[in-house]
C-alpha cells in the first residue's frame, strides 16, 4: 500500500507551479486495474485509516488539520464523503467555509480559520478554507491586490506556527479540468436530485475559469511548504482522486507514528468482580 508515492503529488516549495501543465485527468502509479478494484481498494485504506484515527484519538497528541480547496464542482463533498467515512465521527469534523458573514468581516480574515482549528485527537476538514481569502476575493476584486497579496506570508506563518504547536497541516487542491466542470455542472441541471446543487452563480465563475486558475496557481506556488506542503490531485476521475486522498490521508497518520496511550491506573493484578 504505501508503495503508492503520494510526495509525487506535492508542489514542490518554492517552485513555481504550472496547472496546465498538469493532467487533470491522468492516473499516475495507478495499479487497480477498473473501478470495481479501485472501491476495493479504497475500502482497504478506509479501514486502514479507521484504525489509525483510533489511535490518534486515543493517544489525543497530534491534530490533524486537511484543507480542501477546488474550482466549483471540484468534488470536495464527494472526496470528503468516501475518504472519511467509516471514522469515528467523534474525533472528525468538517468545517465549511461560505461568503464570511457580517461578524466574521468585523475580524482579520484567519479569525473565522481558527476558531475552526483541531483539537488534540481531532482531524478537521476545512471544505474550503482561509484560502478564498486569496482565491474568490482575488477574482471577485473584494479587497485591494497590495492587501491580498500580504496574505500569503501570512498564511505560511499562521500555517508555521499551527505546526510548531504540534499540528498537522494537509493541503489538497481538487484539479479538474474545464471540459469536467461542464460534464459535473450539466449533471446537476439534469438530475433531480442533484438540482440543489446547482447555482446560477457558478455560471459567472465558470466565466472567470482562467483568473480562478491563475489565483489557484499563485496561491499554491506561494504556500506550499515542507511543513504544510499542497497536494495536487488529478481529480477528473472520481475513484482515482478519492484513492489519492485515501493515500495521502492514511500515510501522513502513518508518519506520526501513533501508539495507544497507557492506562492510566495501574491495572497490574486487577480482577473485574463479578
Ligand atoms: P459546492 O461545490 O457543492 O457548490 P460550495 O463550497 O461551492 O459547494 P457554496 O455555498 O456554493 O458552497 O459556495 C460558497 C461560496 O463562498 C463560494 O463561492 C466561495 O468562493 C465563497 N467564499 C468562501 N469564502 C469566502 C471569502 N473569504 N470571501 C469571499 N467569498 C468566499
Ligand atoms: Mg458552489
Known sequence: MSSF????????????????????????????????????????????????QRALWAQAKHRVLVVLQAMDAGGKDGSIRKVFSGLNPSGVRVESFKRPTRKELMRDYLWRAHDKVPVDGEIVVFNRSHYEDVLAVRVLDLVPQEQWRKRYQHINDFERMLSDEGTTVVKIFLHISKTEQKRRLQRRLDEPSKNWKFKVADLEQRQLWDEHQLAFQEAISQTSTARAPWYVVPSDNKWYRDLVMSEIMVQTLKSLELEYPPAEDDIDGIVIPD
Do not use: V
Open 5 to 52: 508515492p503520494i510526495s509525487n503529488f506535492i508542489a514542490k516549495p518554492g517552485t513555481k507551479i504550472d496547472l496546465t501543465a498538469i493532467d487533470s485527468s491522468a492516473m499516475p502509479f495507478q495499479k487497480a486495474k477498473d473501478r470495481k478494484e479501485a472501491t476495493k481498494r479504497l475500502e482497504a485504506l478506509n479501514d486502514e485509516l479507521a484504525e489509525l
